[in-house]
């Protein structure tokens, strides 16, 4: 459960960013992003509640193992790409990709989360000109503020396939700053292990100019996924290659236990919304009250199953 209070989403100016996550969620429908099954409000607060997804993050994989096969890589970028498609098919932009936002559901499949940054009704690639998402992996349009679209998310790929069989960034540096740098003009390094097919698939994602960078298209008939049923992977009839070790849908066991050890709890509200915030309320919609069994998410969206009882809850399907 993502909780969100209205005084910080006002007070940061992200009324337009929250009210996107939440229509973005809602329009989509992919195996492998989250799902959004319930959006509702209090007086003081904003709701998203989305499936559980108990396999834990890619990230805490990666940061066990810290290099994964190239089976394994394939596998992972394949199922985000066909993600990252389909939001484009539908004129929205992702714009956080990382490893931290990719989840493993049970049998080990992907499960994108995290829609805060997404924007839809992006129809080219110089559709936005918003600074954000994670700056290791932000595309060098966004960078330069130049405008960007769709093209930005594949080059996210690119930084995250690069990751995932190395390790590390392929831009990482001691400062945001040096990273921006390295992001408009170092060359990408590959080590010597590496596949000429994963780097070609890379190169092509990590291409500055954006006319010249991979699209949906030339990543599906890519080299590196040749031996890849696509629309057997769509269905979730591919085996995955690493099987989260989850003991069930109420294990928390595959999060860090950093976050999983601390109290579910339901942070206060100081008060009712200030007189300089309330006249504001119109961005969010009045739902009603009734009580109902909840998926709790930590804000790392650490999960536990509990009820929440108070009537002050307001549930309703699919509206803020």
């Not at 932009?93 to 805060?116: M, S, W």
């Not at 954000?132 to 679209?149: A, D, R």
Request: glycine share 4%.
């Amino acid at each position: 459960m993502k909780v969100l209070q209205k005084t910080e989403v006002i007070k940061r100016k992200v009324v337009d960013h929250t009210k996107s996550e939440r229509q973005v969620l809602e329009a989509v429908t992919h195996p492998f992003i989250v799902s959004l099954r319930y959006a509702f409000q209090t007086e003081s607060k904003l709701y998203l509640i989305m499936d559980y997804i108990e396999g834990g993050e890619l990230f805490g994989r990666l940061d066990k193992e810290y290099e994964l096969p190239e089976l394994d890589t394939q596998f992972y970028a394949a199922e985000v790409a066909l993600a990252i498609s389909h939001l484009h098919s539908l004129d929205i932009i992702y714009r956080d990709l990382k490893p931290e936002n990719i989840l493993l559901d049970a049998q080990g499949h992907v499960c994108v989360t995290d829609f805060g940054f997404a924007k839809a009704d992006i129809t080219d690639d110089n559709g936005t000109r918003t600074f954000c998402g994670t700056v290791q992996y932000m595309s060098p349009e966004i960078v330069q503020k130049t405008g960007h679209g769709k093209s930005a998310d594949w080059w996210a790929l690119g930084v995250l396939v690069y990751e995932m069989l190395t390790g590390k960034t392929p831009f990482h540096a001691r400062n945001r700053k040096n990273i921006q740098q390295k992001i408009m003009s170092s060359k990408v390094q590959f080590p010597r292990w590496m596949s000429p097919e994963v780097q070609s698939l890379i190169r092509g994602l990590l291409r500055r100019p954006i006319h010249k960078r991979f699209d949906w298209e030339q990543v599906k008939k890519h080299q590196f996924f040749d031996n890849l049923d696509w629309e057997k992977l769509l269905r979730k009839e591919l085996v995955p290659p690493y099987k989260p070790p989850s003991r069930g849908q109420q294990d928390v066991s595959c999060f860090d236990p950093r976050f999983t050890n601390e109290p579910v709890v339901d942070s206060p509200c100081l008060g009712p919304l200030s007189p300089s915030v309330a006249p504001m309320q119109h961005h969010f919609k009045v739902s009603s009250h009734k009580n109902f069994p909840l998926l709790l998410w930590h804000p790392r969206r650490i999960s536990a199953v509990v009820t929440l009882l108070p009537p002050c809850f307001a549930p309703l399907p699919r509206s803020i």
